[in-house]
Every structure is written in C-alpha cells, then in structure tokens.
C-alpha cells in the first residue's frame, strides 16, 4: 500500500499537538502563511457569519463552507474553498454518540 499522502498543514506537530476542542476561529490566526488565500476564506465566513447570526461554531463554519463551494464556478476558488473546508474538519473532532 503506498504511503498517505502528508498535508502540509495538519501533519505538522503543532497541529497535532492541539488541543481536540479547538475553535476554527482561534485556529486561523495561527495558519501558516502557505495558506493564505484560506485565512482569508475564512476569515471572511466568520465574519459573515458572525454577522448574520451573531455566533459562530466549527460546524456553522463548515456548513458555510460547503454551501460557497456548491455554488462556485471558479475552479481556483473552488480549490481555495476545499482546502480551507479540510483545514477545519482536521481540526473538529468527530460527534461522539
């Protein structure tokens, strides 16, 4: 079996040494600058969001995510778009029932 692929942002230590609670709006401040257009995406969904709900969660984070990226027709923003949605489903952990 060939061996996974590493993404450059969540296989860092750093990353894996995070917190598993970890807010996606605490988290962007701290994204590598390799990353920038993603920074922006979602700096600009929370700010979105956050003015149109007034709060903000990981899961309302990702929600907006996939909804830009069903309604997008640019293939690089499209690209942008799912690698920010990657950066913040790496750092959600999973529903525990």
Known sequence: MPPKPLNMLTDSADYR???????????????????????????????????????ISNKAIIISLVKQLELSHDLDKSLVLRSALEIIVGITPDDIF
Do not use: C
């Open 17 to 55: 040494l995070m917190g598993r609670t970890t807010l996606a709006v605490d988290f962007i401040s701290t994204i590598d600058n390799r990353f920038e257009k993603e920074k922006k995406v979602l700096g600009r969904t929370v700010k979105t969001l956050l003015m149109e709900t007034g709060a």
